[in-house]
């Protein structure tokens, strides 16, 4: 089964790729990896989610808001592969940051949203490392960001 039929059978739907609102660029190929900047939780309106786990919003919520994450990291590599993410060999890591209450501590609840995600479309291939970072403050006050690197074939 393609990527894009994973995409389909598991009624998702990639968002546009934005641009940069800094002074980096949303994606980065160094030799056969490819590097996809950040991607704060965004939902389906294009609204920030903005928040704190732990007090505004809870795991599963933060789950949701990492699962938006890892379809904006998909739309970027697609973006970047000119539509053929048939390119994509595997997933090697995800880098995922919850901005959460001092007491919070289902970081990993939470990013397991943005894993679950990419397993999903990309089934075994999706397979990654990973970590699951507290912090209090994230940028625009969005409750989840998560970065990945790919490698291509």
Same mark, same amino acid.
């Given at each position: ?65 990492? #699962? ?50 990419? #397993? ?34």
């Amino acid at each position: 089964m393609s990527i894009e039929d994973n995409i389909k059978k598991n009624n998702l739907q990639l968002p546009t790729a934005a641009d940069p609102v800094g002074s980096y660029v949303a994606s980065k190929r160094v030799g056969n990896l490819l590097y996809i900047s950040g991607q704060i939780s965004i939902d389906k309106d294009g609204k920030l989610i903005k928040g704190k786990l732990g007090k505004d919003y809870t795991t599963d919520q933060g789950y949701n808001a990492a #699962v938006r994450c890892a379809l904006s990291i998909v739309a970027q590599a697609k973006k970047y592969l000119n539509n053929d993410l048939e390119k994509i060999k595997t997933c090697i890591k995800l880098t995922g940051f919850v901005n959460s209450t001092d007491d919070f501590i289902d970081q990993p609840k939470v990013i397991n949203g943005a894993s679950d995600t990419i #397993v999903k479309i990309f089934e075994n291939a999706g397979m990654h490392t990973r970590a699951a970072v507290s912090t209090n403050s994230l940028p625009l006050g969005v409750a989840v960001e998560v970065d990945a690197i790919f490698e291509l074939n």
